[in-house]
């Protein structure tokens, strides 16, 4: 009954990913969009959160999001998936809670 | 839900709360014609709060932008899909229908082809038939 | 069986309106019967203070429609402590009766819903 958490602002200036990474379950998933995906900036704070969710939770971003930003660095962990991939993941996992 | 030897096919409500210029808007967009090209369903898509900004048929984007506003009416009568804008947050929000606007007597109606004014019980109505229901809003 | 929704209502009552309409949600469920459950979380808990003036803003004060969800038959009411703690809002002299959970219960509370909606 595991689910899929979608980020889409910036860690820098909002506390959503602060908040659902305090109530993630073994199983879960997080899936970075948007903005959110600047957690991922090396040496940050936020990478070093991300680095330390137990690996029970899968880490996904939108890989259009990481080519427009240009991250690089990227935490091995980390699943790139593009928009079929963002699909199949709301298909395999029981709900999608999106922190708008 | 209908699954094959290979994978499921899902029935997919999608709700946006975002208004055309948000990257959520154009987000979900690509998401729903990810799902249709998937052989899944979408049963509804259902604008709440801001997302009813992405009805509107008054948004002039700019020539070097995208114009998704107009990219979603196309999208969901190019698919015979059912659109529907929250009535309240549309209210709200000056997103109205000629009935609408006749009724609050607004001197114009905005709504873009292919979307429906509509209660939140259609917002239930779609999560109660879809296998999942997905959410865009925010940035 | 009619599928669970869990909403998640995040803001103040004072930031605009999606206090309202994330409660508008939850009420429109309600009116069909439908099994959900509302979460106070981060700065939506400050829609469960006491005696808040929203006169003084020429707001609608939400309070009453908050107090009458049981009416609407949605029982399942819920704050994050640690929420509450955060913002010094006393667990005694809430709006209105809420089931307190720490992190991990609220992790395990999503779960059993089979959707939710964090407005």
Same mark, same amino acid.
């Given at each position: ?25 073994? +199983? ?20 070093? /959160?991300?680095?330390? =969710? ?13 080519? &427009?930003?240009? !991250? ?9 998936? #593009? ?18 | ?26 987000? &979900?967009?690509?998401?729903?014609? @990810?799902?249709?090209?998937? +052989?899944?369903? =979408? ?6 709060? #801001?997302?009813?900004?992405?009805? *509107? ?14 990219? $979603? ?38 709504? *873009? ?6 209660? %939140? ?11 999942? !229901? ?6 | ?12 009552? $004072?930031?605009?309106?999606? @206090?309202?309409? /994330?409660?508008?949600?939850? !009420? ?39 107090? @009458? ?9 819920? /704050? ?22 720490? #992190? ?14 964090? %407005?």
């Amino acid at each position: 009954m595991a689910t899929l958490h979608l980020l889409s602002h910036s860690p820098f200036s909002d506390g959503r990913l602060a908040s659902c990474l305090r109530l993630l379950c073994a +199983g879960d998933a997080l899936l970075l969009c948007g903005d959110s995906v600047y957690a991922l900036q090396s040496g940050s704070d936020h990478r070093k /959160a991300l680095e330390s =969710i137990p690996d029970s939770v899968a880490l996904y971003a939108l890989d259009e999001d990481l080519a &427009a930003r240009r !991250l690089d660095a990227l935490p091995a962990r980390l699943l790139p998936v #593009d928009y079929a991939g963002f699909v199949e993941l709301c298909c395999r996992y029981e709900r999608t809670n999106s922190w708008l | 839900m209908s699954c094959s030897f290979e994978r499921c096919l899902m029935k997919f409500a999608i709700a946006l709360f975002s208004p055309a210029h948000s990257p959520a808007s154009r987000r &979900a967009l690509r998401f729903a014609e @990810a799902a249709l090209a998937g +052989g899944h369903e =979408i049963v509804r898509l259902f604008l709440y709060q #801001d997302g009813v900004h992405s009805a *509107s048929a008054n948004i002039v984007a700019p020539q070097d932008e995208l114009g998704v506003a107009g990219q $979603w009416s196309r999208f969901i009568r190019d698919n015979r899909l059912d659109g529907v804008v929250c009535i309240a947050a549309g209210l709200r929000r000056g997103v109205l229908d000629e009935q609408e606007a006749a009724r609050h007597q607004r001197p114009a109606a905005n709504l *873009s082809a292919g979307w429906e004014l509509s209660g %939140l019980g259609q917002l239930h109505e779609a999560s109660q038939n879809a296998d999942r !229901l997905i959410c865009f809003g925010g940035h | 069986m009619a599928r669970s929704m869990l909403v998640i209502t995040r803001q103040s009552p $004072w930031s605009g309106p999606t @206090a309202r309409e /994330a409660l508008d949600i939850v !009420l429109a469920g309600g009116a069909f019967d439908l099994p959900l459950g509302l979460l106070f979380l981060d700065d939506g808990v400050f829609q469960l203070m006491s005696g808040q003036h929203a006169a003084r803003l020429q707001q609608k004060d939400l309070t009453a429609n908050l107090q @009458a969800l049981p009416m609407f038959g949605i029982e399942s009411v819920f /704050a994050s402590r640690r929420s509450l703690s955060e913002r010094r809002l006393d667990e005694a002299s809430l709006a209105l009766p809420v089931e307190l959970l720490d #992190d991990a219960e609220l992790g395990s509370l999503i779960n059993r819903y089979d959707q939710v909606i964090t %407005l």
